[in-house]
Nanobody, 117 residues
């Protein structure tokens, strides 16, 4: 029943990799713009990456060259491949889906990513 569910978080060492997944239960999934956000303790929520309903991808400067976002409309999922992780990537990561020109805006429950030696 929950519209978005994240998975794939965990504890990794600096330089390691994780792949986050977000499974959707939304009608017209292909019409939604998709986003990954993160929030670290004591920090404001930060937009990490976006992939639009037309396939346009944008990344925050802090993750550019290290993270790759993708979407699979047939599987109704969006993924975030995270490479060369750093300690300051530690945060709760949230999947978000927004339908343009509507009030439909959904959030997942979050998945914890901890990067530590």
């Amino acid at each position: 029943q929950v519209p978005l569910v994240e998975s794939g978080g965990g504890l990794v060492q600096p330089g390691g990799s994780l792949k986050l997944s977000c499974a959707a239960a939304l009608g017209a999934f292909n019409a939604y713009n998709l986003h990954w956000f993160r929030q670290a303790p004591g920090k404001e929520r930060e937009l990490v990456a976006t992939i639009s309903n037309s396939g346009k991808i944008e990344y925050a400067d802090s993750v550019k060259g290290r993270f790759t976002m993708s979407r699979d409309d047939n599987m109704q999922t969006t993924n975030l491949q995270m490479n060369n992780l750093r300690a300051d990537d530690t945060a709760i990561y949230y999947c978000n889906a927004r339908l343009p020109n509507t009030s439909r805006n959904y959030w997942g429950q979050g998945t914890q990513v901890t990067v530590s030696s």
